[in-house]
């Protein structure tokens, strides 16, 4: 897995901009904010609407003037787009074809993609990197108090 200091692999995926479809560049995003790769499993599961919730539930402008959410997995645009709808996220959900979460080293050996978010500067490189490494039961939120702290401390 990518850490602190890592340079982030740039991409270009197409993800949900509202009804419509955007296409999106890490290294574009990040020369006007910082940007937070949030990478989930799949749509729909009780713990991926639970990390989504979290992220788009918390005050961003209370802890930075500017930043960027993508959310990041496998899955076609218009589950993506579904999902993004049910859960009203004010940030885009990409569609990962080429396998951009094993650049990042969160591809687990299933080929399933392991609930992490790193958050690249400017530069691309990642200033901060984590990775949830439990199963919440139940649908429960993971702790994503660490991520809100590295955006804080930008």
């Known amino acids: 897995m990518l850490d602190a200091g890592d340079p982030a692999p740039d991409f270009d995926l197409e993800g949900t901009a509202g009804a419509g479809v955007g296409a999106y560049r890490l290294s574009t995003a990040a020369e006007q904010a910082p940007v937070l790769v949030a990478f989930y499993t799949e749509d729909f599961a009780p713990t991926c609407t639970a990390y989504l919730e979290a992220l788009r539930d918390t005050d961003w402008a209370a802890l930075t003037d500017a930043i960027a959410v993508f959310g990041v997995a496998p899955g076609s645009l218009d589950d ?3 999902f993004a709808d049910e859960l009203e996220l004010p940030f885009p959900l990409l569609a990962d074809h080429p396998g951009v979460d094993a650049q990042f080293g969160v591809q687990r050996p299933d080929g ?9 500067d ?6 901060f990197a984590w990775a949830d490494h439990r199963d919440a039961p139940g649908g429960e939120p993971p702790d994503i108090e660490p ?3 590295a955006v804080a401390d930008l």
Not at 112 to 120: K, N
């Open 122 to 127: 400017g530069r691309c490189r990642v200033r």
């Open 112 to 120: 399933t993609t392991r609930r992490a978010a790193f958050l690249v």
């Open 80 to 82: 993506h787009r579904q």
């Open 147 to 149: 991520i809100r702290s």
